[in-house]
């Protein structure tokens, strides 16, 4: 089965790091294009960042300089490296997979989503 | 950069009924259109990709047309479980990927 399962969150003082986990099962990971999506308490969705197959990687303006997204081939799990965080960074955090074979970008698998708090 | 507007932001329908929903892109976004549903404490699940075709497993009463920057997402008779929340997505600015507000379908 295809899935994606999230791990890490919390809560966080601003200022503070956190690190969110996405393991992958049925395929691989570095073979894909994988992104992170937030979405703020009674909001819509907010592209955060994306991570080429080639490994090449992009962010969002709001993020960028302060996140860092990344894999472990080995675990087949993504990663998304969240330092210096604010209170405007209080979100649940979805990892997905971009279909770009069938698509050309899609979200077409999600995680379940990882709450973040960023408050002191 | 590329904003996308959806309208109504809230529409009430009766089961069994229709519902349409609108999607409107800043520029063209040619036909790199996703409609996703995502109901509450769940993850977006993906319905619809270029503009018009269904993902797998999404039933026919759902369909999407448009292409450039006027898009829409219709539901024929409304089930149940498709009271969530809508969000259109435009993936033609890569790697910009920008989401719509959301228009939420409930129980008139």
């Known amino acids: 089965e295809v899935q994606l399962v999230e791990s890490g969150g919390g809560l966080v003082q601003p200022g503070g790091s956190l690190r969110l986990s996405c393991a992958a099962s049925?395929?691989?990971?570095?073979?894909?294009?994988m992104t992170w999506v937030r979405q703020a308490p009674g909001k819509g969705l907010e592209w955060v960042s994306l991570i080429y197959s080639g490994g090449r990687t992009y962010y969002a303006d709001s993020v960028k300089g302060r996140f860092t997204i990344s894999r472990d081939i080995s675990k087949n799990t993504l990663y998304l490296q969240m330092n210096s965080l604010r209170p405007e960074d209080t979100a649940v955090y979805f990892c997905?997979?971009?279909?770009?074979?069938?698509?050309?970008?899609?979200?077409?698998?999600w995680g379940q989503g990882r709450m973040v708090t960023v408050s002191s | 950069e590329i904003a996308m507007t959806q309208s109504p932001a809230t529409l009430s329908v009766s089961p069994g009924e229709r519902a349409t929903l609108s999607c409107r892109a800043s520029q063209s976004v040619s036909s790199n259109l996703a409609w996703y549903q995502q109901k509450p404490g769940q993850a977006p699940r993906l319905l619809i990709y270029y503009a018009s075709t269904r993902a797998t497993g999404i039933p026919a009463r759902f369909s999407g047309s448009g292409s450039g920057t006027e898009f829409t997402l219709t539901i024929t008779s409304l089930q149940s479980e498709d009271f969530a929340v809508y969000y259109c997505?435009?993936?033609?600015?890569?790697?910009?990927?920008?989401f719509g507000p959301g228009t939420k379908v409930d129980i008139k």
């Open positions: 997505q435009q993936y033609n600015y890569w790697p910009s990927f920008t």
């Open positions: 049925g395929f691989t990971v570095s073979s894909n294009y």
């Open positions: 997905a997979r971009v279909d770009y074979s069938r698509t050309s970008g899609a979200f077409d698998v």
